[in-house]
């Protein structure tokens, strides 16, 4: 018996005196108020109301266990009200700043689904991370190795020409020959999201295999820093499918190197990762940028 429920039927009936009118105010059928309250009166072995074919009063026995049964109604809605409060609360979540507006609204959204009110809060890879050890966020999206990850974003080259038919841009490339050593070297611009060491340390490494100049690899300021320097020049962004679109760049893999960046969720509370785990992986998959959203 769910003595909750059945108290909820007790009361109802008793403030209407009627089996009809007080299941009408609890919302269920008269048929269940009276097995509710027929439980009740077996679980406590004794009549709480004295029936006739035209009224319905409360026994000695009745009358007693009414008030305690209005304190168990009340403090039973107040806990639900308060759960209600509770999933409600703004769930802090630590995003990369590369997430679009869009996707990332439809991420809430979806959330609100699931009775998780998400606050999304951007910030840098590094800045992600401490927010989570620090709890100043509940929970963050942080960036891992591709293969430690929960979603992978591929990364390439996106630049301004349209490279027509080449399937990868070479990196090796970007070497100036004798007759070009005059004049200003193609650089690849990483973005602060990317500016994590399996990121960066894999392009730098790849920088010096196939002779580039060190200035050639540069760490922007900001990702509209690097897509200004980008759309002003021969430059090349280091950036996932999604920003090229999003930029109007053209985009290809890295012909030597297959990269990516990972992702995965972590939280000073276990069940507040949960929580974001919960969520359709689709979803925070599209603000992340993976094409089709799938981890």
């Known amino acids: 018996m769910d003595v909750v429920e059945a108290c909820k039927a007790f009361v109802a009936v008793s403030g209407h005196g009627s089996f009809t009118l007080g299941a009408a105010a609890a919302r269920i059928p008269q048929s269940v108020a009276s097995r509710r309250v027929a439980a009740l009166e ?46 409600l609360r703004p ?10 507006p869009r996707p990332l609204a439809r991420l809430v959204s979806d959330a609100r689904r699931h009775d998780l009110d998400l606050d999304p809060r951007p910030a840098g890879p590094a800045e992600r991370a401490e927010l989570a050890r620090t709890l100043d966020v509940r929970a963050a999206l942080v960036a891992v190795p591709p ?48 500016d994590v060491p399996h990121v960066r340390d894999r392009v730098t490494r790849l920088r010096d295999a196939v002779g580039l100049q060190p200035s050639q690899v540069v760490v922007a300021p900001s990702l509209v820093a690097a897509a200004a320097d980008v759309l002003g020049s ?21 012909g030597e190197l297959d990269l990516a960046r990972g992702y995965d969720v972590t939280a000073g509370l276990r069940e507040d990762a ?21 981890p």
């Open 234 to 254: 021969t430059d090349l962004l280091l950036c996932s499918p999604a920003q090229a679109d999003d930029l109007g760049l053209h985009w290809r893999p890295i």
């Open 274 to 294: 949960e929580r974001v785990r919960d969520l359709p992986a689709a979803a925070i998959g599209r603000c992340l940028g993976v094409r089709d959203g799938r």
């Open 91 to 100: 769930f802090r979540l630590a995003v990369p700043e590369v997430c679009a």
């Open 42 to 87: 077996q679980h406590f072995g004794a009549k709480l109301f004295t029936r006739t074919s035209r009224s319905v009063t409360l026994t000695p026995f009745g009358r007693e266990m009414l008030p305690s049964a209005r304190r168990l109604v009340d403090l039973a809605e107040a806990m639900e009200h308060d759960a209600r409060r509770a999933k």
């Open 147 to 194: 293969d430690d990850g929960v979603w992978r974003v591929p990364l390439g080259l996106a630049g301004r020409a349209d490279p027509g038919a080449a399937s990868a841009v070479y990196v090796e490339t970007l070497r100036a020959g004798r007759a070009a050593r005059a004049t200003r070297r193609r650089r690849i611009r990483i973005q602060p999201e990317d």
